[in-house]
């Protein structure tokens, strides 16, 4: 049974002492979707940058059941370092949730840090998960 997936919300990044300002702030909408009917390998459903040195990125895989409910599997994953593309990974957090068909499952403020500063670097994120037809 084929589901429409969509992840929706906020974010709001810091980082400290970036390349192009110290201090920045980056705020903005998360928003992807995709099409599931069976397990599927987590690929990237969103990213963004910010001050030069920090990515955030939004991994998914999903499996729907005959009833239509979908179980999501999210991975947020925080990258900083000397530029946006780099592969320094600081912080990710892994999460699953199974949304009935037809509803939406709220998931608040994910904080992803930096610890090789202190914390001054990191990521909010605010999250809805939605199981459409």
Request: glycine share 10%; hydrophobic share 30%.
């Amino acid at each position: 049974m084929w589901r429409n997936i969509a992840l929706t919300g906020t974010y709001t990044i810091r980082d400290d002492e970036g390349i192009l300002t110290a201090g920045t702030y980056c705020n903005g909408n998360v928003a992807s979707e995709g099409w599931v009917n069976e397990v599927r390998t987590p690929s990237v459903w969103w990213e963004t940058t910010c001050g030069g040195e920090i990515r955030v990125e939004k991994h998914v895989s999903a499996e729907t059941d005959a009833t239509g409910g979908v179980m999501i599997h999210v991975t947020l994953r925080f990258y900083e370092g000397t530029n946006d593309t780099n592969t320094d990974l600081d912080a990710a957090y892994d999460f699953n949730r199974y949304v009935p068909a037809g509803q939406t499952s709220t998931v608040s403020e994910i904080t992803l840090r930096n610890g090789e500063n202190g914390g001054k670097d990191w990521a909010k994120l605010n999250l809805v998960l939605h199981n459409n037809r």
